[in-house]
């Protein structure tokens, strides 16, 4: 269900910032501690300018919140995003469909707004559509089965059962089996026939008009221009060519992590 946010006006010098699919945790340790190093490297690069940030899913290859027992590590990241909040830095997070089982922790213990689904917000006039992306548009049907089945509460309180030691690594053993635990993914663009967010995107431009559409999920790193100069952006993942998208108030522009 699509959520509508209030509207953002931008201060003066101020900006929007998106990143998503960090994969925190695969393939390993070392690769990951670097992926995450160099997250908080970045964000602390753009404190200073930075009104809001929106990290648009899968930042974590698997997050599952125990009632007093979360995932350990990522304690830099963690601790970066709290202290942003802390100093006044609105932190929007998107579950993906890595890390769809949070339950509080990180808003009640970093302060971040969390969302579960698309939003739609308008800043500066120009509005935009943010969202992980996975399960959108036709196709994919055996991912949205498998989803539904993830976001159940029974699932959920099921899995809640199993002692953390076992729990988690079991959930480690899965994560470790998915395509981005292989290393770099070197997805194939479809063309725009066949990419499924472009065609949704369309779908939703026949009932509304937005200036932007912002996803990850895909693995790939697109800017694709839409009718009526709306603009469908894919923010990639962190891999092997980190970039992110910011919005000055007046146009959304990629950029690669220094």
Request: proline letters at 3%; a neutral charge; charged letters at 20%.
């Amino acid at each position: 269900m699509l959520q509508t946010l209030t509207d953002i006006n931008l201060l003066p010098g101020k900006k929007l910032y998106f990143a998503s699919d960090f994969h925190l945790g695969v393939p390993n340790k070392a690769q990951s501690l670097h992926r995450e190093k160099k997250s908080v490297q970045w964000l602390t690069d753009i404190e200073k300018d930075a009104q809001h940030i929106f990290l648009v899913g899968d930042i974590f290859d698997f997050w599952f919140e125990y009632k007093t027992v979360v995932p350990r590590g990522y304690t830099r990241l963690l601790g970066k995003i709290a202290s942003l909040v802390d100093n006044g830095v609105h932190i929007h997070y998107f579950t993906g469909n890595h890390d769809m089982w949070t339950f509080g922790y990180l808003e009640e213990e970093l302060g971040v707004k969390l969302y579960r689904n698309p939003i739609e917000i308008k800043v500066n006039n120009k509005s935009f559509y943010i969202g992980h992306g996975d399960g959108l548009g036709p196709g994919d049907n055996g991912y949205k089965f498998i989803k539904k089945v993830f976001a159940s509460p029974l699932s959920q309180w099921l899995f809640a059962r199993l002692h953390p030691n076992f729990g988690i690594g079991l959930a480690n053993f899965w994560s470790g089996k998915s395509r981005a635990a292989n290393g770099p993914i070197d997805e194939v663009f479809l063309g725009e026939d066949k990419e499924w967010l472009i065609i949704y995107c369309k779908e939703v431009l026949q009932k509304k008009h937005y200036d932007y559409f912002v996803f990850g999920h895909r693995h790939l790193l697109l800017d694709i221009t839409l009718q009526n100069n709306s603009r469908y952006i894919n923010l990639g993942d962190w891999f092997k060519k980190p970039h992110y998208a910011f919005f000055d108030g007046v146009s959304l522009q990629l950029k690669a992590v220094d």
